[in-house]
């Protein structure tokens, strides 16, 4: 990294694995990154919620609040992902009720005080940081459905040259015309649903142009991060949560909720 | 004119969390006139590329598709090749086929290959008519395109005595057989149903479509199970709207109207830009001869907006009976 170059780092959804955060942590201070942030969705799936806030408030992570977030605080019914098919929605429900009831009061409080965007210039380029899409919390920006003249449209009318989201739980990242950029930055929380027990998460580069009439050049990179994921399997185990969620954490395949997964990003995975 | 934001939806919400859903989908009386629907953003341009024409007749068609029917006619490619083409500026997000029985039309490989070049696409079909010299390029652009292409297959029951009163005879295994014409080919095709069974039934029928798709070799397949609209031939087969069944201002309150596909959709058609596929019989959801034109707001006094407003946004992939829409 060059003395000018500005470096940050992106975790999209915790989904209560604290483990994958420290470790995640950990290894973005070693790449010389300025600052580190959180795109929401704290809770969800793993054991111990309340194990996840300390570590971003130590670590100074700056954080947005997701749909788990807004819901979780708000005290709503679901997480308003949307699922209509009944066996993901008896998933859904069972690591929602178990989220609300772990998460503790201070932390409700902590996450209402949350924004639902944070716009941050990075070496002269505006990057616009978000949980689901700039427009709606919850939306769905897969890569085989969200087409680049749409990305354009959100860039243009968000006046962003970068947005970086989450939400979906699969990263990916696409160059829109005029330089600018979209990235999913993924998720700490369970693995992308490609066989492999690691978690993922952004480190984004700003390098100015040799041509100072030119624009910054702005790059994402994904990271995997390998943690202890059997010692987060233990603690799944002593809080009794579903063997399909451990299954996943161990296997790096999606067992649950999979109807939102388009054709495309389903066909990769298992179920 | 409804146009509220996320931040009023949720405020509103937050104000009446006391406001139980059973207040909300059924509501005592209509009070007050219908509201209207703004286009937030045109994310999905839906092309009814086969009009009203479709090889089958189903009982339960909200438009009264038939062979016969030429109230709405085929698309030509060169149209269809227009509108995608003013579509790339309005930052459209996907694209859906409809009709009719889009694969009627010998240009829907050539039509999806360009579509597939701007965005993702789906298409709508009975999945009767799936021949190779079709399928096979539809696929091959499938595969080399970076987005989905979702093939829809509309199956109304999980066995030949269930759908084939309601879709022809001989058609229920005829779509199976279009099912596994297309799992060969890689695709993982949605199989939509309407629900022309009792509610209740839901899980039995839902089980009974697993185990008879999953003796075609598709593990986990994907349904999505449909209210029916109660307007075309199936005020016929089962019964209209009644007159409570209508969409008040009041029962848009704290409603996120974005789920509604008028606030994100329009559909073209040979007879010009409609707000829905819906309600394309109906002369008032004729928006204009451009997408222009057809910005207007959508007023919500259809009876089938009713559907609509139960449960969201039932056309697209990802919406159906069983999600919660309050």
Known sequence: MSADSHRIAVFGGVYSNHLALAAAIEDAQTRGVRDLYCLGDFGAFGPNPDKVFPLLVDANVQAIRGNYDDSIARGLDDCQCGYTDPRDNHFARLSYQYTYQNTSERWRRWMETLPESLRLEVGGVRVLLCHGSPRRMNEFLWESTTSTQFLAHLADAYEADVILGTHTGIHWKRRLPNGRLFANVGVLGRPANDGRPEVWYAVVDVLPSSDPMNRPLTSVEFVPVAYDHERLVDEMRDECLPDEFIETIRSGWWTTCLEVLPSKERARGRF | MWNLDLQQVRRCLADRQSVSKSTLTRPN???????????????????????????????????????DNHAFDFLPLIEVEAWLEKSSSWGVKEYYF????????????????????????????????????????????????????????????????????????????????????????????????????????????????????????????????????????????????????????????GYESNQLICASSRVVTSRGVYVCPILIDDPDARLGSTLEEATTPFQLDKPACYTCWLHGAICSNYGGIGQDVS
Request: contains cysteine; hydrophobic residues 35%.
């Open chain 2, 29 to 67: 009386s209509v009070t007050g006139d219908s509201p209207y629907v703004s286009l937030d953003h045109l994310d999905t341009l839906w092309f009814q590329v086969t009009g009203t024409i479709c090889n089958l007749r189903c009982t339960h068609c909200f438009i009264s598709c038939s062979p």
């Open chain 2, 98 to 253: 409809t009709g009719g029985e889009p694969f009627m039309h010998v240009d829907l490989p050539r039509m999806l290959e360009m579509t597939l070049k701007l965005g993702p696409a789906s298409v709508l079909t009975n999945g009767t008519l799936l021949p190779n010299r079709m399928l096979d390029p539809i696929s091959d652009t499938a595969h080399a395109s970076p987005y989905s292409l979702e093939i829809r297959v509309s199956i109304d029951g999980p066995s030949p005595e269930t759908n084939d009163p309601i879709r022809g005879e001989g058609t229920f295994n005829r779509a199976m057989e279009g099912i596994r014409k297309l799992l060969d080919r890689g695709f993982l095709p949605i199989v939509t149903a309407t629900q022309v069974w009792a509610p209740e039934k839901d899980e039995e029928v839902r089980q009974a479509f697993v185990s008879r798709l999953q003796g075609l070799g598709y593990q986990n397949p994907r349904l999505k199970i449909l209210p029916s609209l109660r307007i075309g031939r199936e005020v016929l087969r089962e019964r209209g709207y009644t007159t409570s069944e209508r969409v008040n201002s009041e029962m848009m309150e």
